[in-house]
């Protein structure tokens, strides 16, 4: 196959280019900086903006298929990727994989990822949308900054439990829908293989690095404003706090088996993440 995969340089995006050109197929992916990632004979790069959403778009030109996610930071996710799915549809692609979030399928339809998810369900292309739970990987990448200074975990979650997910098997979930049309015009909602509470995340770091990281539950308004104080814009914070709000009623504690049913694989145990990502903590 020839696959567009829309902001390559991502965590799930890039693996699943890594497991797509492993399988021998071919990838055109996008990027804000295409002359900085690395070209092989079957993986070619060119220039995407989340603001100006007809950039690139001749990459999609004999795609076969087309991963597309909603971008981190930005809150206008229809607006983004709307133009995505209709230049697809202008180029003849087969089938549009889309990975939003989990729980969108309860938001209002005027909501801009739910939009997105209804506008792509009605556009007579193939599709299959994926809807990961909260990641693992946001404790190396958006919450290290609490655990490297202060060896804490700062986030308003309460004790709720939630099935955090390993972007790897986002990304392998992505090749098995991309690769077979078994599960095509169908959502999925994609789990880890438990449900832990942000006090179990922390000994099970403090286990895997030898440090005695703690759990902090703080306000909504301070978590927003330590959001803002890392530089994200205002309303993309505001939905942070609102998802937040979410995970810390219960909504995302559910253990599902899709990973499971879509790649024949058990997803990964937030054990195996810690331990694979201890030297981040570790400084």
Do not use: C
Not at 37 to 49: A, F, G, P, S
């Amino acid at each position: 196959m020839k696959v567009f995969v829309y902001g390559g340089t991502g965590l799930v995006s890039g693996g699943l280019i890594e497991l797509l050109l492993k399988k021998g197929h071919h990838v055109t992916a996008g990027s804000r900086n295409p002359s900085a990632q690395k070209k092989t004979d079957r993986l070619e790069w060119v220039q995407t903006d989340a603001f100006k959403p007809e950039l690139g778009q001749d990459g999609l030109k004999g795609a076969d298929a087309v991963f597309l996610f909603s971008p981190p930071g930005y809150t206008n996710q229809y607006d983004i990727l709307k133009p995505w799915i209709d230049s697809a549809k202008k180029h003849g692609v087969k089938k549009v994989v889309l990975m939003t979030a989990m729980g969108v399928d309860s938001a209002p339809p005027e909501a801009p990822m739910r939009k997105l998810e209804l506008y792509l369900e009605s556009s007579g292309l193939k599709y299959v949308i994926l809807r990961p739970n909260w990641f693992m990987q946001n404790f190396h990448t958006f919450w290290i900054s609490g655990i490297l200074k202060d060896k804490k975990i700062y986030f308003p979650g309460g004790d709720a439990k939630t099935s955090f997910i390993h972007s790897h098997d986002i990304s392998a979930s992505a090749l098995a829908v991309l690769e077979s049309d078994t599960f095509n015009n169908s959502a999925y909602n994609l789990t880890g293989k438990e449900a832990l509470t942000h006090s179990e995340v922390a000994k099970i770091l403090s286990s895997a690095t030898g440090l005695g990281i703690e759990y902090a539950d703080i306000t909504p308004e301070a978590f927003k404003s330590g959001l803002l104080s890392a530089g994200l814009p205002e309303d993309y914070s505001d939905f942070l706090v609102m998802i937040a709000g979410a995970l810390k009623a219960g909504y995302s504690s559910a253990v599902l088996d899709n990973v499971q049913k879509l790649t024949g694989k058990a997803p990964l145990s937030f054990e195996e993440y810690a331990k694979e990502n201890k030297a981040k903590w570790q400084g």
